[in-house]
T-cell receptor
């Protein structure tokens, strides 16, 4: 299993440009998450999904949109990038088995985004 | 709002010594805690977790202690090795709000040879 993969690994955008970050997991996990990580800070939850076709806002959702059209994929979109969105973005997933939720989240390797 | 904080941004230890990384949380309703390890350029990796009905849990070379009275938890690493050099995060959540882990800012562990 590849686990959680993220595409791309690095990206530089100009202010106002748009892009989509792709997260894929091959573990058949129900739940998926997008976080951002800034220097000296912990991970902050942007959006999350508890299943195919459902999404919800996290702690810092402004400026981002997400979609979960397939169970294995979770897309994070930036419609009009701003320098404040320069960060490292991590995707994570977790499972639900026989009604019991696992809080352990499996993380991807991250996408380093710079907005100039 | 909820917050999780680590006491030291950096901890330097001698190889072979024990390491102790501390974490405090603000929400007394938090009832589940996880420690993650993040190596440079990689995503966080699960180390160990503990539920609030426990005050100690042990893994391989790692022990997590939970003190609910003072809302504090610690990660102890025995016989620290160079491969333990990384940033360590604690995270907390309330099980009735299932999905939202609140992460601390991380402690960088440096292992001196």
């Amino acid at each position: 299993n590849a686990g959680v993969t993220q595409t791309p690994k690095f990206r530089v955008l100009k202010t106002g440009q748009s892009m989509t970050l792709l997260c894929a997991q091959d573990m058949n996990h129900e739940y998926m998450y997008w976080y951002r990580q800034d220097p000296g800070m912990g991970l902050r939850l942007i959006h999350y999904s508890v299943g195919e076709g459902t999404t919800a806002k996290g702690e810092v959702p402004d400026g981002y949109n997400v979609s979960r059209l397939k169970k294995q994929n979770f897309l994070l979109g930036l419609e009009s990038a701003a320098p404040s969105q320069t960060s490292v973005y991590f995707c994570a997933s977790s499972y639900k088995l026989a009604g019991e939720y696992s809080y352990e989240q499996y993380f991807g390797p991250g996408t380093r985004l710079t907005v100039t | 709002g909820e917050s999780v904080g680590l006491h030291l941004p950096t901890l330097s230890v001698q190889e072979g010594d024990n390491s102790i990384i501390n974490c405090a949380y603000s929400n007394s309703a938090s009832d589940y805690f996880i420690w993650y390890k993040q190596e440079s350029g990689k995503g966080p990796q699960f180390i160990i977790d503990i539920r609030s009905n426990m005050d100690k849990r042990q893994g391989q070379r790692v022990t997590v202690l939970l003190n609910k009275t003072v809302k504090h938890l610690s990660l102890q690493i025995a016989a620290t090795q160079p491969g333990d050099s990384a940033v360590y995060f604690c995270a907390a959540l309330r099980q009735d709000s299932s999905y939202k882990l609140i992460f601390g800012s991380g402690t960088r562990l440096l292992v001196r040879p």
